[in-house]
């Protein structure tokens, strides 16, 4: 039948609308889920044909990657050590299995493509009460310790046998403390410089591979700036701690560093700043630091053909630290780079840009960040006067860096000419602020829970949302309304676990649902393009809460299946979003 028909009825489909794929076999199409439930009978059989064919094709397409390997390192104009295709690489492959050494021997990974860290990661401070020191996993937190000087805490005896750091810097750490020569924990960042110290000793390798890191040049004045002048604090406070824990061999590494010019610390903590990865769940919650150092010789792209995830150990027998696995999620041709995000690259250019120069000192100058017309829509400004026109910028020159709007950038309504905008750019960089601010406290696991899901910041997120929508932003385009609409509806989702009233509950959802709904569009346009998984977790999200108002909805169902389906491409079967899903699946299976 032609693609333009629907297999079941034969029409074709109405104004404004798109056929839908069989997400099984991916041959018919239908108008909605009646159609596909009446052609079924018929279909079943050439279905499941169909589908075993694609998933034996995928297998073979698998083993034929693993059996050399798919990417190696060149030196690109521009960019240093990169990695590129050796050959043509197809969506879902994992570009590093099979990968065990580069010209120097040492770009070693696992055979499944899993990245191990140089040393094992260490938890961001809110984490520390509630995940497993060593393999992330989280933990009930009724165990975990009331004291605010907690470093370490383990899921189990098998994790704090494997944690061969935690004792001593515990107890170390506590001794600093005592004798007040440090106030409080040792940041992550102190932890790892501390362990890639110590470990270059009982194993060189690790400093060799760490050495040949990318970094940034600095000159003999950065000591008398305040970025440097913290950096000289980390490798201060790292010798300290190396120095309480007994490790003098290490501890003068540390002081080799500083003395007699601080040159070399300046460039080992920019190796661990320009090449650490925030370690995340599938929520891009952040979790903790790590060095991966075969992952970090691929560069960044806003839009790129490859994405990074963590794998945690979860309920497996044998626990690990956090591994890093690059998925493809596009096509890439032989001599290909390979590319993964450095930052969100859905939102504006302005962000990704203020990203990337305070983490990684680079601008960013592809095709995607020169697309003007694309970043007016994702800023989205709604006219100030009295039309709904479109609001374009009359500047192409680069955006401000800073937390502020560019001078030079003048915005101009097509419809109607209007171009005092000051007072509208002044007020979305307000909320933008108290949204950060509120989403900050949300991530963070030290904050009570009565407190982040009380019905106030419900409230508060709620009429920042449509300050921006409807006042400030345009609801179709803009990354400023479907970035608010994401912070509100993580919120209604996870107070839904903190209240107990059911009418409560339901009115939650339905106000969650109503912003979903009025977001729709804008995040569409800013989230839906091959490697994003925010939009896969929307969507998961939004099915889930469906199910929740109504437990008999089949199309909820099986988008949760669906969403399911597609990250099984990036995360294992154990991961905590997976299970969630199963979850799900499991309670509204009766229906």
Not at 346 to 375: H, I, M, V, W
């Amino acid at each position: 039948m032609s693609s333009s028909l629907c297999d079941a009825c034969g029409l074709p489909p109405k104004p404004n609308q798109r056929l839908l794929n069989c997400t099984r076999c991916n041959s018919v199409k239908y108008h909605n889920s009646i159609c596909q439930r009446k052609h079924y009978p018929q279909h079943k059989k050439i279905c499941r044909q169909k589908a075993a064919e694609r998933e034996k094709k995928r297998a073979a397409a698998t083993a034929a990657e693993a059996a050399e390997p798919l990417v190696e390192c060149q030196s690109l104009t521009g960019k240093g050590r990169s990695l590129v295709a050796a050959s043509a690489l197809s969506v879902g492959c994992r570009p590093l299995a099979g990968v065990k050494k580069d010209i120097n021997n040492r770009m070693e990974t696992r055979e499944d493509g899993l990245c191990a860290p140089i040393v094992p990661p260490t938890l961001i401070e809110s984490m520390r009460t509630t995940r497993c020191t060593y393999c992330f996993q989280l933990i009930d937190r009724r165990n975990s310790s009331p004291t605010n000087n907690v470093l370490h805490v383990h899921c189990s005896m098998e994790c704090c046998n494997l944690d061969m750091f935690w004792k001593k810097e515990q107890i170390a750490s506590m001794k600093l403390i005592s004798s007040r020569k440090i106030s409080s924990m040792p940041s992550p960042t102190v932890l790892m410089c501390c362990r890639i110290l110590a470990a270059s000793l009982t194993n060189p390798a690790v400093m060799a591979k760490y050495n040949e890191l990318c970094y940034n040049e600095v000159d003999d004045n950065y000591a008398n700036t305040e970025q440097g002048r913290v950096h000289l604090n980390i490798i201060t406070q790292c010798h300290h701690l190396l120095l309480a824990m007994g490790d003098i061999s290490a501890a003068k590494l540390a002081h080799d560093l500083i003395e007699p010019s601080p040159i070399l610390a300046f460039q080992f903590i920019s190796r661990l700043s320009m090449n650490g990865f925030s370690i995340c769940n599938a929520e891009q919650k952040a979790l903790g630091v790590g060095v991966y150092p075969t992952a970090s010789m691929i560069n960044h792209s806003c839009r790129p053909n490859a994405v990074q995830t963590f794998w945690l150990s979860g309920s497996s027998d044998r626990h690990y630290p956090p591994m890093l696995q690059i998925t493809m999620c596009r096509d890439a041709k032989e001599g290909e780079e390979v590319t993964i995000s450095y930052c969100d690259v859905s939102a504006p250019r302005r962000n990704r840009r203020k990203g990337l120069k305070t983490n990684y000192n680079f601008l960013c100058d592809c095709a995607l960040c020169q697309d003007t017309e694309r970043d007016d829509a994702l800023i989205g400004l709604k006219c100030a006067g009295s039309c709904n026109g479109r609001v374009r910028s009359s500047s192409s020159g680069l955006l401000s860096i800073e937390h502020t709007w560019d001078e030079n950038k003048q915005y101009h309504c097509e419809a109607c000419g209007y171009s005092n905008f000051e007072d509208s750019l002044k007020a979305i960089t307000k909320l933008m602020i108290r949204i950060e601010t509120i989403e900050a406290g949300l991530k963070d696991d030290s904050v009570h829970d009565s407190i982040k899901y009380s019905k106030s910041m419900g409230q508060d997120l709620k009429q920042l949302f449509d300050l921006m929508s409807k006042t400030y932003c345009h609801p179709q385009t803009s990354w400023y309304v479907a970035w608010s609409s994401d912070v509100f509806v993580h919120w209604c989702a996870n107070a839904l676990n903190h209240i107990s009233d059911e009418d409560e509950q339901l009115n939650i959802c339905h106000q969650a649902l109503s912003v979903l709904e009025k977001s729709r569009n804008a995040t569409k346009f800013c989230y839906d393009y091959e490697g994003d998984l925010t939009w896969l977790i929307k969507r998961g999200m939004e099915a889930k809460l469906r199910l929740f108002v109504n437990p008999v909805d089949f199309d909820a169902i099986r988008l949760v299946q669906c969403v399911r389906r597609d990250l099984m491409h990036y995360y294992p079967s154990t991961d905590e979003i997976i299970l969630s899903l199963d979850e799900t699946i499991r309670a509204y299976s009766y229906s």
